[in-house]
C-alpha cells in the first residue's frame, strides 16, 4: 500500500530519479521549455519550483543548495543570474504545463513544461495589448431616433432615392 505517499517514482530506483530530475532541471533551465512526457513534467515541476524561489535570493548557501541539486555550474550560473532577475517579482507558479497528446510509439501523454516568464507569446501580446489597446463598448440595443412627429427617421435612404 501507499498510504501517504505522495512522490511519483517513476518507475525508477531513488538514485536514478534524482540524477533523471537533475538533468531533466538542467535542460529546462538552460533551455527555458523542454518536451517530456506528463508524469515527468508533473514530476519535474515539484523539483524545480523550490530551487527557482532559492535563487531569488543570490546567497552563498542558496547557490550551495542550488548545485547540490542539478550538480551543473552552468545551469546555477544561469538560474541565479538570468531566471532570478526574470522572475522576481512572481510569488510562485514559476512553470507551465501544456499537454501536446500521445506519443507514436508506446502512447505516453506528452507535455511542453517551460518558464512563464520567458514565454513571448503569453507575457508581451497579452500584458501590452490590453493594457494599450482600450475598445469602445456600445450597447445593443440602442433606441430608433424619432423626429417631431413620431415616425421613425431610421429609414432605408436607398430606397427613398429610386422613389423620387
Do not use: W
Not at 431616433?145 to 422613389?163: I, L, Q, V
Request: contains cysteine; positive net charge; aromatic residues 4%.
Amino acid at each position: 500500500m501507499r498510504h501517504g505517499d505522495k512522490i511519483n517514482n517513476l518507475g525508477r530506483t531513488s538514485s536514478h530519479r534524482k540524477a533523471l530530475l537533475s538533468n531533466l532541471a538542467c535542460a529546462l533551465i538552460e533551455n527555458k521549455r523542454i518536451f517530456t512526457t506528463l508524469a515527468k513534467a508533473k514530476a519535474l515541476r515539484v523539483y524545480v519550483e523550490p530551487l527557482i524561489t532559492k535563487s531569488k535570493s543570490d546567497t552563498t548557501h542558496s547557490r550551495r543548495m542550488a548545485f547540490a541539486y542539478l550538480k551543473n555550474k552552468e545551469a546555477v550560473s544561469s538560474l541565479f543570474k538570468d531566471v532570478a532577475i526574470k522572475i522576481a517579482d512572481r510569488k510562485g507558479g514559476y512553470t507551465r504545463i501544456i499537454k501536446t497528446g500521445n506519443r507514436q510509439g508506446d502512447a505516453a501523454e506528452m507535455a511542453l513544461i517551460e518558464l512563464v516568464d520567458y514565454n513571448e507569446i503569453y507575457t508581451s501580446a497579452k500584458g501590452t495589448a490590453k493594457a494599450t489597446e482600450k475598445t469602445k463598448t456600445t450597447r445593443r440595443s440602442r433606441a430608433k431616433k424619432t423626429d417631431a412627429k413620431g415616425a421613425d427617421t431610421t429609414t432605408d435612404t436607398k430606397s427613398e432615392e429610386k422613389e423620387g
